[in-house]
Protein backbone atom coordinates (compact mmCIF):
# COMPACT_ATOMS: atom_id res chain seq x y z
CA UNK A 1 0.00 0.00 0.00
CA UNK A 2 0.94 3.52 -0.65
CA UNK A 3 1.22 6.15 2.42
CA UNK A 4 -1.69 7.08 4.09
CA UNK A 5 -0.88 10.78 3.85
CA UNK A 6 -0.52 10.71 0.19
CA UNK A 7 -3.40 9.40 -0.24
CA UNK A 8 -5.26 11.34 2.06
CA UNK A 9 -3.67 13.80 -0.63
CA UNK A 10 -6.11 12.95 -3.09
CA UNK A 11 -8.84 12.92 -0.98
CA UNK A 12 -8.20 16.48 0.12
CA UNK A 13 -7.83 17.73 -3.28
CA UNK A 14 -11.29 16.41 -3.90
CA UNK A 15 -13.29 18.59 -1.47
CA UNK A 16 -15.21 21.25 -3.26
CA UNK A 17 -14.83 23.70 -0.24
CA UNK A 18 -13.45 24.14 3.37
CA UNK A 19 -16.83 23.37 4.63
CA UNK A 20 -16.63 20.00 3.44
CA UNK A 21 -13.07 19.45 5.11
CA UNK A 22 -14.74 20.80 8.43
CA UNK A 23 -17.15 18.28 7.51
CA UNK A 24 -14.86 15.66 7.57
CA UNK A 25 -12.15 16.87 10.20
CA UNK A 26 -9.54 16.90 7.79
CA UNK A 27 -8.76 20.99 7.94
CA UNK A 28 -5.24 20.37 10.28
CA UNK A 29 -4.44 17.55 8.38
CA UNK A 30 -5.19 20.12 4.72
CA UNK A 31 -3.01 22.64 6.22
CA UNK A 32 -0.18 20.49 7.09
CA UNK A 33 -0.32 18.55 3.87
CA UNK A 34 -0.16 21.93 1.76
CA UNK A 35 2.65 23.48 4.24
CA UNK A 36 4.69 20.15 3.75
CA UNK A 37 4.57 20.24 -0.35
CA UNK A 38 4.95 24.17 -0.29
CA UNK A 39 1.79 25.71 -0.86
CA UNK A 40 -0.13 28.18 0.38
CA UNK A 41 -2.57 27.49 2.91
CA UNK A 42 -5.78 29.59 2.18
CA UNK A 43 -7.27 31.21 5.27
CA UNK A 44 -10.48 29.44 5.56
CA UNK A 45 -8.32 25.85 5.94
CA UNK A 46 -5.83 27.47 8.01
CA UNK A 47 -8.49 28.38 10.50
CA UNK A 48 -9.52 25.30 10.58
CA UNK A 49 -6.65 24.17 11.85
CA UNK A 50 -6.78 26.43 15.00
CA UNK A 51 -9.21 24.38 16.87
CA UNK A 52 -7.02 21.41 16.86
CA UNK A 53 -3.85 23.77 18.16
CA UNK A 54 -6.01 25.04 21.02
CA UNK A 55 -7.71 21.38 22.19
CA UNK A 56 -3.42 20.13 22.29
CA UNK A 57 -2.40 22.72 24.88
CA UNK A 58 -5.48 22.98 27.02
CA UNK A 59 -6.22 19.25 27.28
CA UNK A 60 -4.01 18.16 29.55
CA UNK A 61 -4.67 20.90 31.85
CA UNK A 62 -8.36 20.55 32.28
CA UNK A 63 -8.02 16.86 32.48
CA UNK A 64 -5.37 17.80 35.67
CA UNK A 65 -8.07 19.93 37.34
CA UNK A 66 -10.57 16.99 36.80
CA UNK A 67 -8.09 14.73 38.67
CA UNK A 68 -7.27 17.50 40.82
CA UNK A 69 -11.60 17.72 42.21
CA UNK A 70 -12.17 14.12 41.85
CA UNK A 71 -9.36 13.02 43.68
CA UNK A 72 -9.81 9.21 41.61
CA UNK A 73 -8.02 7.63 37.90
CA UNK A 74 -10.31 8.50 35.27
CA UNK A 75 -10.05 6.64 32.42
CA UNK A 76 -9.93 9.06 28.46
CA UNK A 77 -11.57 7.17 26.25
CA UNK A 78 -10.70 9.69 22.93
CA UNK A 79 -9.89 13.09 22.21
CA UNK A 80 -6.22 13.14 22.80
CA UNK A 81 -5.59 9.30 23.14
CA UNK A 82 -6.58 9.85 19.17
CA UNK A 83 -4.69 12.54 18.50
CA UNK A 84 -1.30 10.95 19.66
CA UNK A 85 -1.45 8.30 16.50
CA UNK A 86 -1.16 11.24 14.60
CA UNK A 87 2.53 12.55 13.34
CA UNK A 88 1.38 16.15 15.27
CA UNK A 89 -1.06 16.14 17.74
CA UNK A 90 -2.60 19.23 16.66
CA UNK A 91 -4.03 17.21 12.95
CA UNK A 92 -6.86 15.79 15.15
CA UNK A 93 -9.03 18.70 16.35
CA UNK A 94 -11.68 17.07 19.35
CA UNK A 95 -14.47 19.36 20.78
CA UNK A 96 -14.51 17.79 24.49
CA UNK A 97 -12.89 15.26 26.79
CA UNK A 98 -14.79 11.89 27.08
CA UNK A 99 -13.74 9.91 30.71
CA UNK A 100 -15.24 6.94 31.78
CA UNK A 101 -15.54 7.33 35.26
CA UNK A 102 -16.36 4.42 37.85
CA UNK A 103 -19.20 6.59 39.79
CA UNK A 104 -20.96 9.00 36.84
CA UNK A 105 -23.30 10.23 39.43
CA UNK A 106 -20.70 11.10 42.40
CA UNK A 107 -17.98 12.33 39.68
CA UNK A 108 -20.58 14.85 37.98
CA UNK A 109 -21.57 16.33 41.67
CA UNK A 110 -18.12 17.28 42.34
CA UNK A 111 -17.51 18.77 39.08
CA UNK A 112 -20.85 21.16 40.01
CA UNK A 113 -19.75 21.66 42.82
CA UNK A 114 -16.55 22.90 42.34
CA UNK A 115 -17.81 25.16 39.30
CA UNK A 116 -18.63 23.65 36.04
CA UNK A 117 -21.76 23.68 34.40
CA UNK A 118 -24.24 21.57 32.69
CA UNK A 119 -23.95 22.76 28.56
CA UNK A 120 -27.21 21.04 27.71
CA UNK A 121 -28.92 20.07 30.93
CA UNK A 122 -31.96 19.44 28.81
CA UNK A 123 -31.23 16.94 26.33
CA UNK A 124 -30.18 13.94 28.94
CA UNK A 125 -31.45 10.43 27.38
CA UNK A 126 -32.20 8.47 29.79
CA UNK A 127 -29.65 5.36 29.59
CA UNK A 128 -27.41 7.11 27.49
CA UNK A 129 -23.42 6.14 28.35
CA UNK A 130 -22.97 9.92 28.65
CA UNK A 131 -24.77 12.69 30.32
CA UNK A 132 -24.57 16.24 29.68
CA UNK A 133 -21.59 17.94 29.13
CA UNK A 134 -19.68 19.91 31.45
CA UNK A 135 -18.03 23.31 31.02
CA UNK A 136 -16.09 25.46 32.42
CA UNK A 137 -15.86 29.05 32.61
CA UNK A 138 -14.98 30.11 28.68
CA UNK A 139 -12.88 27.02 27.64
CA UNK A 140 -13.37 25.96 24.99
CA UNK A 141 -13.13 22.04 25.73
CA UNK A 142 -15.74 20.44 27.58
CA UNK A 143 -16.15 16.87 29.67
CA UNK A 144 -18.32 14.22 28.98
CA UNK A 145 -18.76 12.07 31.75
CA UNK A 146 -19.15 8.63 30.78
CA UNK A 147 -21.30 5.58 33.04
CA UNK A 148 -19.99 3.13 30.05
CA UNK A 149 -17.60 3.56 26.49
CA UNK A 150 -20.76 3.52 24.51
CA UNK A 151 -20.45 0.40 22.89
CA UNK A 152 -22.56 -1.18 20.60
CA UNK A 153 -25.68 -2.77 22.34
CA UNK A 154 -25.05 -6.59 20.90
CA UNK A 155 -21.18 -6.70 22.03
CA UNK A 156 -20.00 -8.89 24.98
CA UNK A 157 -16.81 -6.26 25.63
CA UNK A 158 -15.14 -6.07 29.52
CA UNK A 159 -16.91 -4.38 32.35
CA UNK A 160 -16.27 -0.74 32.93
CA UNK A 161 -13.85 -2.03 36.18
CA UNK A 162 -12.22 -4.83 34.06
CA UNK A 163 -11.13 -1.74 31.20
CA UNK A 164 -10.09 0.38 34.71
CA UNK A 165 -7.98 -2.55 36.08
CA UNK A 166 -6.51 -3.39 32.62
CA UNK A 167 -5.73 0.27 31.49
CA UNK A 168 -2.52 1.83 30.71
CA UNK A 169 -0.95 5.39 31.32
CA UNK A 170 -2.61 8.23 29.36
CA UNK A 171 -0.87 10.01 26.83
CA UNK A 172 -0.97 12.75 27.98
CA UNK A 173 0.73 12.23 30.84
CA UNK A 174 -1.45 13.16 33.82
CA UNK A 175 -0.76 11.05 37.09
CA UNK A 176 -4.22 9.50 37.05
CA UNK A 177 -5.20 9.41 33.80
CA UNK A 178 -4.72 6.60 32.00
CA UNK A 179 -6.71 4.75 29.11
CA UNK A 180 -7.14 1.47 26.59
CA UNK A 181 -4.87 -0.38 25.94
CA UNK A 182 -3.55 -0.47 21.78
CA UNK A 183 -6.43 -3.76 20.61
CA UNK A 184 -9.28 -2.16 23.03
CA UNK A 185 -8.59 1.23 21.40
CA UNK A 186 -8.90 -0.10 18.00
CA UNK A 187 -11.84 -1.70 18.80
CA UNK A 188 -13.68 1.22 20.86
CA UNK A 189 -12.85 3.50 17.75
CA UNK A 190 -14.78 1.38 15.58
CA UNK A 191 -17.16 0.34 17.54
CA UNK A 192 -17.62 4.35 18.49
CA UNK A 193 -18.03 4.76 14.62
CA UNK A 194 -20.09 2.37 13.43
CA UNK A 195 -22.68 3.38 16.41
CA UNK A 196 -23.06 6.90 14.79
CA UNK A 197 -23.30 6.02 11.60
CA UNK A 198 -21.39 4.17 9.38
CA UNK A 199 -18.98 5.65 6.68
CA UNK A 200 -19.90 9.08 7.94
CA UNK A 201 -16.78 11.17 8.39
CA UNK A 202 -13.43 10.55 7.29
CA UNK A 203 -11.34 11.08 9.98
CA UNK A 204 -13.26 8.17 12.03
CA UNK A 205 -11.95 5.91 8.99
CA UNK A 206 -8.23 7.89 9.77
CA UNK A 207 -8.50 7.46 13.65
CA UNK A 208 -8.98 3.58 12.67
CA UNK A 209 -6.28 3.16 9.87
CA UNK A 210 -3.62 4.86 12.33
CA UNK A 211 -4.53 2.60 15.61
CA UNK A 212 -4.69 -0.54 13.04
CA UNK A 213 -0.82 0.29 11.90
CA UNK A 214 0.47 0.21 15.69
CA UNK A 215 -1.59 -3.03 16.61
CA UNK A 216 -1.00 -6.62 15.66
CA UNK A 217 -3.80 -7.75 13.03
CA UNK A 218 -4.44 -11.55 14.71
CA UNK A 219 -4.69 -9.88 18.36
CA UNK A 220 -7.01 -7.13 17.25
CA UNK A 221 -9.01 -9.50 15.31
CA UNK A 222 -8.49 -12.25 18.15
CA UNK A 223 -10.65 -9.64 20.45
CA UNK A 224 -12.78 -8.52 18.12
CA UNK A 225 -14.51 -12.46 17.94
CA UNK A 226 -14.54 -12.54 21.33
CA UNK A 227 -16.22 -9.18 21.68
CA UNK A 228 -18.85 -9.82 18.80
CA UNK A 229 -17.60 -7.42 16.76
CA UNK A 230 -15.61 -8.99 13.71
CA UNK A 231 -17.57 -7.90 11.37
CA UNK A 232 -17.68 -4.26 11.95
CA UNK A 233 -14.01 -4.67 12.18
CA UNK A 234 -13.73 -6.34 8.99
CA UNK A 235 -16.03 -4.12 7.31
CA UNK A 236 -14.18 -0.67 8.25
CA UNK A 237 -11.13 -2.13 7.05
CA UNK A 238 -12.27 -3.77 4.14
CA UNK A 239 -13.90 0.15 3.00
CA UNK A 240 -10.30 2.24 4.09
CA UNK A 241 -8.42 -0.15 1.76
CA UNK A 242 -10.50 0.53 -0.99
CA UNK A 243 -11.46 4.28 -0.28
CA UNK A 244 -8.37 5.27 1.20
CA UNK A 245 -5.75 3.18 -0.83
CA UNK A 246 -7.64 2.54 -3.61
CA UNK A 247 -7.41 -1.50 -3.38
CA UNK A 248 -9.54 -3.60 -5.89
CA UNK A 249 -11.22 -5.64 -3.76
CA UNK A 250 -14.34 -3.56 -3.20
CA UNK A 251 -16.73 -3.78 -0.01
CA UNK A 252 -19.77 -5.29 -1.00
CA UNK A 253 -22.62 -3.07 -2.85
CA UNK A 254 -24.14 -1.86 0.40
CA UNK A 255 -21.22 -0.63 1.81
CA UNK A 256 -20.03 1.16 -1.38
CA UNK A 257 -23.62 2.83 -1.62
CA UNK A 258 -23.65 3.73 2.11
CA UNK A 259 -20.11 5.46 1.26
CA UNK A 260 -20.58 7.08 -1.76
CA UNK A 261 -20.97 10.56 -0.34
CA UNK A 262 -17.37 10.18 0.48
CA UNK A 263 -16.10 9.63 -3.11
CA UNK A 264 -16.32 14.26 -2.99
CA UNK A 265 -15.59 14.40 0.12
CA UNK A 266 -19.72 14.82 0.66
CA UNK A 267 -22.39 14.37 2.99
CA UNK A 268 -24.63 11.51 3.86
CA UNK A 269 -28.19 12.68 2.48
CA UNK A 270 -30.91 12.17 5.03
CA UNK A 271 -32.51 8.66 2.94
CA UNK A 272 -28.66 7.41 3.57
CA UNK A 273 -27.49 8.59 6.89
CA UNK A 274 -31.36 6.74 7.88
CA UNK A 275 -30.66 3.74 5.97
CA UNK A 276 -27.40 3.40 7.42
CA UNK A 277 -28.66 3.86 10.57
CA UNK A 278 -30.84 1.33 10.58
CA UNK A 279 -29.04 -0.99 9.12
CA UNK A 280 -25.67 -0.86 10.68
CA UNK A 281 -27.05 -3.95 12.94
CA UNK A 282 -26.41 -5.89 9.97
CA UNK A 283 -23.45 -6.31 11.59
CA UNK A 284 -23.99 -8.18 14.75
CA UNK A 285 -23.06 -11.59 14.61
CA UNK A 286 -26.28 -13.25 14.75
CA UNK A 287 -29.74 -13.32 12.87
CA UNK A 288 -31.47 -12.50 16.19
CA UNK A 289 -29.05 -9.74 17.08
CA UNK A 290 -29.43 -8.05 13.71
CA UNK A 291 -33.22 -7.88 14.07
CA UNK A 292 -33.46 -6.78 17.24
CA UNK A 293 -30.75 -4.10 16.69
CA UNK A 294 -32.59 -3.11 13.64
CA UNK A 295 -35.73 -2.83 15.06
CA UNK A 296 -34.39 -0.44 18.14
CA UNK A 297 -32.07 1.85 16.03
CA UNK A 298 -35.92 2.17 13.91
CA UNK A 299 -37.89 2.78 16.89
CA UNK A 300 -35.56 5.22 18.48
CA UNK A 301 -35.74 7.22 15.80
CA UNK A 302 -39.35 8.08 16.28
CA UNK A 303 -39.20 8.46 20.35
CA UNK A 304 -39.62 11.77 21.69
CA UNK A 305 -37.16 13.43 24.15
CA UNK A 306 -36.89 15.61 26.84
CA UNK A 307 -36.31 18.89 24.16
CA UNK A 308 -38.60 17.54 21.57
CA UNK A 309 -42.37 16.93 21.83
CA UNK A 310 -44.01 13.83 19.76
CA UNK A 311 -45.38 17.05 17.53
CA UNK A 312 -41.96 18.04 16.87
CA UNK A 313 -40.90 14.47 16.54
CA UNK A 314 -43.25 13.90 13.78
CA UNK A 315 -43.02 17.08 12.31
CA UNK A 316 -39.16 16.61 11.75
CA UNK A 317 -39.65 13.16 10.61
CA UNK A 318 -42.41 14.41 7.57
CA UNK A 319 -40.24 17.07 6.92
CA UNK A 320 -37.51 15.02 6.29
CA UNK A 321 -39.54 12.79 4.05
CA UNK A 322 -39.89 15.57 1.82
CA UNK A 323 -36.94 16.02 1.05
CA UNK A 324 -34.74 12.89 1.28
CA UNK A 325 -32.08 14.36 -0.78
CA UNK A 326 -30.71 17.02 1.24
CA UNK A 327 -27.34 16.74 3.37
CA UNK A 328 -28.85 15.59 6.74
CA UNK A 329 -26.70 17.87 9.28
CA UNK A 330 -29.48 20.38 7.16
CA UNK A 331 -32.37 18.28 8.39
CA UNK A 332 -31.21 18.12 11.79
CA UNK A 333 -30.80 21.91 12.12
CA UNK A 334 -33.79 22.62 10.98
Known amino acids: MTDLWTNLDRIIDAAPDAGALRNHGL ?35 LLQKVIDILQEPVLVL ?77 LTPPSDAELLHDAVPSATGVVGACTLPPEATALFLASHTWRHTPYTSIIHLVDIELIRQQTDPAA ?48 QSVLRFYLANWGRGLAAPTHLEQIETIAHDIRFSFVTHSWQSRRQKLGRVAHGARLLARPASQHFKS
Open 220 to 267: VMSLARKWGMERVWAFLCAMIDWYIYQDDRAPGPLHRWGADHLRNVGE
Open 78 to 154: KGPEVARLYPERTLRTYGDLDLLVADLPAAERKLLDAGFGELMPNRKVEGHHHDSPLGLGNLALAIELHRSPGWLRW
Open 27 to 61: GPIAAWRMRARGEPVPPDIDLLAHGAAYAAVTAAP
